[in-house]
């Protein structure tokens, strides 16, 4: 059973960065895909960006795109999110997802994924 914890969720202003974390156990990055999803309130939750279990793929929508990086630190079994130049629309819960994958390819959708952390809030005032 795969397990995801996520951590780094605070109230922040306009422009400043934020990093989240995503803390896996029950698996290895490397025959996962990972994603990072968000949901605002009143909104379904949506795909922000992921990769595929090599790494190789990543993909972002496009509302964060040149502003936020996914990574992995392969030893600590951990996805970061790096979030800067952050707006007020980026205000969501955070949610981290896995799903053991063999291709290597990029899931996106929300049915598409396994396992689910528990969320961080991420709070951006203007």
């Known amino acids: 059973q795969v397990q995801l914890v996520e951590s780094g969720g605070r109230l922040v202003q306009a422009g400043d960065s934020l990093r989240l974390s995503c803390a896996v156990s029950?698996?290895?990055?490397?025959?996962?895909?990972m994603g990072w999803f968000r949901q605002a309130p009143g909104k379904e939750r949506e795909f922000v960006c992921g990769?595929?279990?090599?790494?190789?793929?990543?993909k972002y929508v496009d509302s964060v795109k040149g502003r936020f990086t996914i990574s992995r630190d392969n030893a600590k079994n951990t996805v970061i999110l790096q979030m800067d130049s952050l707006k007020p629309e980026d205000t969501a819960v955070y949610y981290c997802a896995a799903v053991r994958m063999e291709l290597d390819i990029i899931v996106m959708n929300r049915g598409g994924y396994a396992y689910w952390g528990q969320g961080t809030q991420v709070t951006v005032s203007s």
């Open positions: 990769f595929s279990r090599s790494g190789r793929g990543m």
């Open positions: 029950g698996g290895t990055l490397s025959s996962l895909a």
